[in-house]
């Protein structure tokens, strides 16, 4: 039953849709780039800001190509894939910007640098946690015999 009635896309926010994510792709490739170049940037909080822009890049181009199933024709098994990829990739990012925050008051709390920075420990959180959520939700999908992902409302 659709309270909304949702009738489909408009015009305007496909427009917007595509321009907006078109310039946040564009700008993060860029960012990506330049912290990955420029040696004078180098330190623990530019390589989360780069795994940060990174999952925003790919969760971008997502959302920009695959959105819609009907667009390439996807069958329902591949449009639950990329269900599962996108929740997943955003989800990392809200974790690199949790990380990113608990950086920040760290550096703003302890002034002086200790040299330890942890990031492998970092990688392990930031990766790691989403993918419990993505399993937790595609195992309680499964106990109760609905689509966790995809299905008819993509």
């Not at 910007?97 to 002034?111: C, D, F, N, Q, R």
Request: proline share 1%.
């Amino acid at each position: 039953m659709d309270t909304y009635n949702y009738v489909g896309k408009s015009l305007g926010l496909q427009v917007l849709t595509l321009v907006l994510c078109s310039l946040s792709i564009i700008s993060l490739f860029a960012t990506i780039v330049i912290f990955s170049t420029v040696r004078a940037t180098h330190s623990p909080r530019t390589t989360i800001t780069k795994n940060l822009a990174f999952c925003l890049l790919v969760g971008n181009t997502l959302v920009l190509l695959v959105t819609d199933r009907h667009y390439f024709n996807m069958s329902e098994s591949v449009c639950t894939g990329v269900a599962i990829v996108t929740h997943y990739v955003f989800l990392t990012a809200f974790m690199w910007m949790a990380i990113e925050g608990y950086h920040l008051y760290k550096m703003m709390v302890h002034v002086f640098d200790s040299g330890n920075s942890h990031l492998t420990i970092i990688r392990i959180v930031a990766y790691g946690l989403p993918l419990i959520v993505i399993i937790a939700t595609g195992g309680i999908g499964a106990l109760r015999n609905e689509h966790a992902y995809g299905g008819d409302e993509l």
